[in-house]
Every structure is written in structure tokens, then in C-alpha cells.
């Protein structure tokens, strides 16, 4: 399970410190950051077993660094995410794969999201990405109304 841990160290926020945390933490891309309290914080993430094994493997981690450890929080990375105001990353898909689900072209795809009728992003000049959950969704609703307009009892 992934964990998110923040470290906080008895040492100011500055560009020396800031590249220490950086360079000692530099496998599990740190953020550093000024603590509500003007110190230095870091947070990382790490794999773990459970959260006992996160805090061990955390602790040990930031004890490389210089400065004295006065705070360690372990929080799994959902729930991180979540306090945070963070909003999980959407699966995407490709014009192919939006095809398949819509029963469409690729063609098509590219034809209805370049007319605004399908939610999505360029990527380059030739990609375009979709949210698998709006486009299962938009599927989802044609099978509806599709439905809706058929005539029960012909068999």
C-alpha cells in the first residue's frame, strides 16, 4: 500500500535546507514546504505493509537528513489525497478505446469531440484523450434512450 509521509525537522525553510531534504529523499520525490509552524516539512511517499512499517521506513529515511525530526505523520495516500482537496486522476482513454465502448468510429470520436458533443482534451495535434467514467457514462445513457424509444412488445 502506498503511504504518504510527512516529516517535519527542527530547521528553517530555505533553498540550502530545501535541496538537503531534495537530495537525501531524492527516490521517493519529496515536496518540501514551510510547516505551519515556519520549519521545514517534507513530504514523500513510500510502499509499505501497514502503516507501522511506514512510519519505521519514514523515520529512518529523514533521519539521514541533518537536522532533528519534531514531527512525523503517516497517512495512507487516499486518505492523504483526500484531506488535501486533491481529486484522484481520472483513467483515461484514447479515441479507440472511446469508440469501443460508445459502439462508434474513431473517426466518429474525433468528428463529435471536435464538434463539443464529446467531453475531452487534446493531447499533441493528433491525440485526444477522454475519461473513461463520462464516456462509459455517455454510453450509458444512449443505451437508456435507445431503449426507452423501442417498443416492449415487439418481439
Do not use: H
Not at 512499517?53 to 529523514?62: D, E, K, M
Not at 459502439?103 to 470520436?109: N, R, T
Not at 454510453?139 to 412488445?153: F, I, Q, W, Y
Amino acid at each position: 500500500m502506498e503511504y504518504n509521509i510527512r516529516i517535519e525537522f527542527d530547521a528553517p525553510l530555505d533553498d540550502s535546507s530545501a535541496v538537503a531534504a531534495i537530495t537525501a529523499l531524492e527516490s521517493f520525490d519529496p515536496a518540501p514546504s514551510r510547516s505551519q509552524l515556519g520549519r521545514l516539512e517534507v513530504v514523500f511517499s513510500i510502499l509499505a505493509e501497514d502503516v507501522g512499517q511506514a512510519a519505521v521506513v519514514g523515520y529512518r529515511l529523514a533521519s539521514a537528513f541533518e537536522a532533528r525530526i519534531v514531527a512525523l505523520d503517516v497517512l495512507r495516500t487516499e486518505d492523504f489525497d483526500r484531506i488535501n482537496g486533491f481529486d484522484p486522476m481520472p483513467e483515461l482513454i484514447n479515441a479507440a478505446e472511446a469508440a469501443g465502448i460508445l459502439g462508434i468510429s474513431a473517426a466518429a470520436v474525433g468528428q463529435k469531440f471536435t464538434a463539443g458533443e464529446l467531453p475531452g482534451q487534446r493531447v499533441g495535434e493528433r491525440s485526444i484523450i477522454f475519461s473513461r467514467r463520462r464516456i462509459e457514462a455517455i454510453a450509458g445513457k444512449r443505451v437508456l434512450a435507445a431503449s426507452a424509444t423501442e417498443d416492449p412488445l415487439d418481439i
